[in-house]
């Protein structure tokens, strides 16, 4: 028995629409406010222009706080860092009302494939993503916290970095005596403890200049001890390292100075103790 085209086609609809109505699934979801006048993030309004949230953002945002952005929702421009949402306003953002939303099979695996697709456009060690590193990592990589590390870009982007080494003074041990001379060529100031040359003794001078070198020679290796707390200062430089170690060493030092707490506090008695070991 031939069937007529006419129902066949009428029984294929009803089976396409029959399949469209089962692959629809509703859920509640928390979403933000949905205007073009009012802000998604603070809820005030936007006096100048309003902002775009961008589809990276509203998939990011559903992923932390599971707060559906629509589409067209706006935000205030002070609620954006070079385009995206900034940290701050993700984390004061909250739901606005609860709604009941429809979706098909192809919107479910759409939803599924979001975090995918963050994993794959993601890079670990990129910083100027706030939101890519948490706090404890930026600690782990560069042993400061995310608040200190932005600190020090702010001081680095603000101001003409020079190293004035003019008239420093270096204290080093006598293994650095073959290297006085390019010290000094470089306008340092170099300090180490006396050799004997065959004598038997020193002279009641160099004995007192080789005790306040000494005096000093602890703070220096406790300093080498945190300088090694950075994994490149740790483990033995390369040969290859060589020519930018002063610029490493440089960038360590100005990050302890910085960030870490005096090895030593200066006491009132200080000055008096320094001075009574220079007139011995």
Same mark, same amino acid.
């Given at each position: 028995?031939?069937?007529?085209?006419?129902?066949?086609?009428?029984?294929?609809?009803?089976?396409?629409?029959?399949?469209?109505?089962?692959?629809?699934?509703?859920?509640?979801?928390?979403?933000?406010?949905?205007?073009?006048?009012?802000?998604?993030?603070?809820?005030?309004? #936007?006096?100048?222009?309003?902002? #775009? #949230?961008?589809?990276?953002?509203?998939? %990011?945002?559903?992923?932390?706080?599971?707060?559906?952005?629509?589409?067209?929702?706006?935000?205030?421009?002070?609620?954006?860092?070079?385009?995206?949402?900034?940290?701050?306003?993700?984390?004061?953002?909250?739901?606005?009302?609860?709604?009941?939303?429809?979706?098909?099979?192809?919107?479910?695996?759409?939803? %599924?494939?979001?975090?995918?697709?963050?994993?794959?456009?993601?890079?670990?060690?990129?910083?100027?993503?706030?939101?890519?590193?948490?706090?404890?990592?930026? *600690?782990? %990589?560069?042993?400061?916290?995310?608040?200190?590390?932005?600190?020090?870009?702010?001081?680095?982007?603000?101001?003409? #970095?020079?190293?004035?080494?003019?008239?420093? @003074?270096?204290? @080093?041990?006598?293994?650095?005596?073959?290297?006085?001379?390019?010290?000094?060529?470089?306008?340092?100031?170099?300090?180490?403890?006396? +050799?004997?040359?065959?004598?038997?003794? +020193?002279?009641?001078?160099?004995?007192?200049?080789?005790?306040? @070198?000494?005096?000093?020679?602890?703070? @220096?290796?406790?300093?080498?001890?945190?300088?090694?707390?950075?994994?490149? +200062?740790?483990?033995?430089?390369?040969?290859?390292?060589?020519?930018?170690?002063?610029?490493?060493?440089?960038?360590?030092?100005?990050?302890?100075?910085?960030? *870490?707490?005096?090895?030593?506090?200066?006491?009132?008695?200080?000055?008096?103790?320094?001075?009574?070991?220079?007139? %011995?």
């Amino acid at each position: 028995m031939e069937m007529n085209p006419v129902n066949e086609r009428t029984a294929s609809n009803q089976v396409v629409r029959t399949i469209e109505k089962e692959e629809l699934i509703t859920l509640h979801m928390n979403c933000a406010i949905a205007s073009h006048k009012i802000c998604c993030v603070c809820r005030s309004d #936007i006096e100048e222009s309003s902002r #775009i #949230i961008s589809s990276e953002d509203r998939d %990011l945002v559903f992923l932390k706080k599971n707060i559906l952005i629509p589409e067209e929702a706006r935000c205030c421009p002070d609620h954006m860092i070079d385009g995206r949402l900034a940290l701050a306003a993700i984390n004061i953002l909250s739901p606005f009302t609860i709604q009941y939303k429809q979706f098909s099979s192809g919107d479910v695996q759409l939803l %599924l494939s979001i975090p995918q697709q963050l994993f794959q456009k993601q890079k670990r060690l990129y910083f100027d993503d706030p939101l890519l590193l948490s706090d404890d990592e930026y *600690r782990a %990589l560069i042993t400061l916290s995310k608040d200190q590390f932005n600190d020090l870009i702010s001081y680095i982007l603000k101001y003409d #970095i020079s190293y004035e080494i003019q008239d420093d @003074v270096v204290v @080093v041990d006598r293994g650095f005596h073959d290297s006085i001379n390019t010290m000094e060529g470089f306008g340092l100031n170099v300090t180490l403890p006396p +050799f004997l040359n065959d004598r038997r003794q +020193f002279t009641t001078d160099e004995a007192n200049e080789s005790r306040c @070198v000494t005096k000093i020679r602890w703070v @220096v290796e406790a300093v080498n001890a945190r300088l090694k707390q950075f994994k490149f +200062f740790s483990n033995t430089v390369q040969n290859l390292s060589i020519p930018h170690l002063e610029e490493y060493l440089s960038i360590v030092c100005s990050i302890i100075n910085r960030y *870490r707490t005096p090895i030593k506090t200066s006491a009132l008695e200080d000055i008096e103790i320094a001075e009574k070991m220079l007139s %011995l």
